[in-house]
């Protein structure tokens, strides 16, 4: 095992970047923006060149990098094949195959889902660990999922596994999710969604008081805070997310039945508000074998991801260990 | 490794043996009651005693059998616990403690829930063969369910894992599922929730004509036939159930993205009429990228659960030779 690694989160906006050394110590974290022009073809060559100036500075060779592990917000095969991601403009290609045209001496690549690469490293640094099966969800501007099931990634067979935004909870929506469909979680749950069904009922019921009313521009953290000050109508939609959320998690859990179910994303920071309301309808509607599935809230917020990069490349360097004993 | 396994696939009414010979060769099937009576405590003194006699009568000894794998209809953890089997009249206890109580030259002892184990059996000998992340659901009385990823049964922290039949699907339902709990898809996708979802039509809708109201006493397979006859109200009640299950397995789908997805159990025997419509429904409502997940017809039938039996307990010896290697 070779003493280096970099563990690489690349979003929409921003991509982080982890430089760990020895025993996975976070020696040096940084992001860049991401370049999505030319269809995202600066994204690659943007992270090898930040790498190799990390490596000159450090007087570090490649030879002594074990890997790098990099997490896209798009469903993703485990041998890295991206299948078009949205954010990022790629179409269908082999990550590692580009990546290793670009610094042939790069040894280790692991490429995987952002939000399950984020739980991997929820597993390993922040709130799942010690666990050894778990699902997140994370609340942001949309929903993200990542699945562990006996210390494993699930991946799927398309890379798809975990994703739990675009489950369908209301086949009778009319409007649509940016994936096409009607109805998905995503639409209800998201920040986004809770700000838009918010003013959804609060233009269908025009009589009904809200501060939320007094405020020219609402976001969905306002309507946490109103919530928390007692506000009917934040509450209530509060719960209904709670309650549709809830419901969903319950599905998941009945496929796969975790040690613990982490929520994530922004909108996690809500805290007790929200995260009450989740767990009391998951209990509610969750088959009794796991109604009492733990809850946590993750930890790391967005290192999650660049730690959970960086253990893909322990793991599997750990695994070829065992596999040459 | 030992040439010969026994698979055992515990039923509310039979239990059903099988006995392997060498390359799981089935060398000998049958069937006994079950004894529900005295809190199911006959159920392993019966199977001990069936194994016994069919050793004595082939000649073998137990120094020669590699193993026994059981199958019961409830949840069950990957240690053997069992936590309360309604079925069997079960509590909670420990069967491979109680089956080497009962006879201590036993050497391998798996256990697992029933579906699970018929997903094992259909995907070394069934409809998943070549695949390695299989989802089955098998609609009979009630709706079991099972789910293996990267060639391993999913058990989960309660052994509920694949409990597919208690999902909600429908939180406004006002009568009870037998769980105790309402809006389960087992109270509208079983042969048992089909039949009474007809019914409750019927009796809401006493103008609306089908051939279903001549017959005194019609079963789900009557309303099959019915719906391949032509019948309106027949083939829309199929239309509902492959809509509501089609929709529920898209959400086990985007948990763990399988290779293929599996329907077996009772219902199943409807055929393309049933069958089409839940993969319709599936397209239409799971999202892109896994959106063409292959649908299969389970092939073993009732014999899924020796297979999967016998399988678990070749797995498990492999898994140790290879770490002993």
Redesign the interface.
Known sequence: MKPYVFGVDVGGTAIKLGFFGPEGKLLKKWKIPTRIENSGSHILPDIVSEMEKTLAAANVDWADVEGVGIGIPS?VTEDGIV?RCINLDWGVFSIPERLRKLQPAIQRIRVANDVNAATLGEMKHGGGKGRN?I?MVTLGTGIG?G?I??G?M???????????G???VN?DETERCR???R??LEQYCSATGLLKMTRRRMAQNPEEETVLRDMTDFTAKDICDAARDGDYVANDMLKRLG?RLG??L??????????VILIGGGLSSAGDILFDKIITYYRT??????QD?EFALAKLGNDAGIYGCMEMVYLAAMEEEQEND
Chains 1, 2 share one sequence.
């Open positions: 469903p299948l099966s699902v999922g699945v099931v006996n494993k699930v991946f799927g067979r398309s890379g798809a596994a975990g994703e739990i675009h489950i369908c086949p994936c096409g469909h109805g998905c309650r419901i969903a319950s599905a998941v859990a009945g496929t796969v039945d975790p040690d509607y969750a088959f009794h074998a796991y599935t």
